[in-house]
């Protein structure tokens, strides 16, 4: 059942250019110039009258949900709030009846985010519903939705579902960036084409596992990471924390990398890896001048950089490739090392991969 894999999660992490490409089937329709999905069609006005969009999710999920942010609010040009399900749910927010809310999450099976749902559907909100598992209470509890298809995620620690997540959530700015005319045709048709190639450049990105597995035998000892990003590769930088955090029990933190100096950077000494997310066109120059302040404090540097790059490779301890891509969609790609690095430290360190210990695959409970 793990497909000759040894875990699940490893199987789950191979199984994304497949996954990608069947979250995006019948609904990227390059030849016709179009994207089509029954959830956005039928609800079209609702989306195009918004005032705001509300994300709500947990976990895994809301870093998908905070990717989702940068992409609508840089494509579509609709402001965008992204809230942890637990804390929106208990601040009576401010909700009105022309607010979208979009709740992010795998299992459809979250007790906050649920609740969430229940309360802005209660104040007249449209509901929008992203979830993997069919027929789930969240699915089942919202107004229209649009499954990822990513096929059952058995490891506790979420891959999969974040990267089918993330092409859902594109597709849909995608369509309603057409629909308001905030994107020109021929952009619209490079971001469908770059779509397209991303399952490819995934299984091109895949390839750098043994790469990945000498490094975190190197660092597979420290008590702590550090996680670096900007722009739509922070919440990656999130991600990447969590998913060490997860399985392999090391204290990591994601920051947005100019947050650095506003506090992280005074953990940072001979025994800290840092890894910063440094592809070409997400802010290069700027996430290059925090490497160069991080090397002055002697930080070791795993830069997850554009394949070709020269300047962090110079300055970096080591790099890890991935293929160029738009920045939107660049954190599809700059995810995957992150996944095997986080996974090759946990079996090494022998750590339960599929089952961490004290985490459920669905959190029901509130
Ligand atoms: O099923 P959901 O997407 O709603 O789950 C949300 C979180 O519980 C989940 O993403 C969790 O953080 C994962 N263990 C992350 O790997």
């Known amino acids: 059942e793990k497909g000759g894999y040894d875990h699940f999660m490893l199987k789950e992490i191979h199984e994304q250019p497949k996954a990608i490409r069947d979250t995006y089937r019948g609904r990227l329709l390059r030849n016709e110039a179009i994207i089509k999905m029954a959830g956005v069609e039928d609800n079209m006005k609702k989306f195009l009258n918004a005032n705001r969009i509300i994300i709500v999710a947990c976990g895994t999920s809301w870093h998908a949900g905070l990717v989702a942010e940068y992409i609508f609010e840089d494509l579509a040009r609709i402001p965008v709030e992204v809230e942890y399900a ?24 979250t007790a906050d985010t649920l609740a969430a749902i229940k309360l802005a559907k209660s104040k007249g909100a449209f509901v929008f519903g992203v979830c993997n598992v069919v027929g789930s209470s969240i699915a089942r509890e919202s107004d229209a939705g649009a499954y990822t298809h990513a096929g059952p995620e058995i490891g506790v620690a979420s891959t999969k579902a974040f990267t089918t997540q993330i092409t859902v959530l594109s597709l849909i700015a995608l369509r309603l960036s057409r629909a308001k005319g905030t994107i020109s045709s021929s952009d619209f048709r490079h971001h469908l084409l770059e779509l397209e190639m991303i399952p490819k450049k995934v299984e091109q990105a895949l390839k750098s596992d043994a790469h990945i597995k000498k490094i975190a035998d190197i660092y597979k000892n ?3 990471f550090l996680y670096l990003g900007r722009g739509y590769n922070f919440p990656v930088a999130l991600e990447g924390a969590l998913k060490l955090k997860e399985i392999s029990y090391i204290h990591a933190e994601g920051y947005p990398a100019a947050e650095m100096k ?6 940072i000494d001979e025994n800290m890896p840092i890894v910063v997310i440094a592809t070409k066109k997400g802010h290069y120059e700027k996430v290059v001048s925090n490497i160069q302040e991080i ?10 950089v554009t394949e070709g790059d020269i300047q962090v490779r110079d300055l970096a301890d080591h790099v ?12 599809l790609l700059t995810t995957i ?3 095997l690095l986080s996974y090759h430290i946990a079996v090494l360190l022998n750590k339960n991969v599929d089952q961490p210990r004290n985490l459920a695959k669905s959190v029901t409970v509130e």
Do not use: C, M, W
Request: charged share 20%.
């Open 86 to 109: 637990s804390e929106f749910r208990y601040r009576n927010p401010v909700i009105t009846e022309n607010d979208v809310l979009i709740a992010i999450s795998q299992s459809g099976e």
């Open 337 to 339: 090392p992150l996944q």
């Open 262 to 267: 506003h506090g992280p950077i005074a953990l």
């Open 320 to 331: 890890i490739e991935v293929p160029e891509s738009l920045d939107s969609l660049s954190p």
């Open 222 to 224: 420290v008590s702590n």
């Open 295 to 304: 090397k002055s404090r002697k930080g070791k540097i795993i830069g997850i």
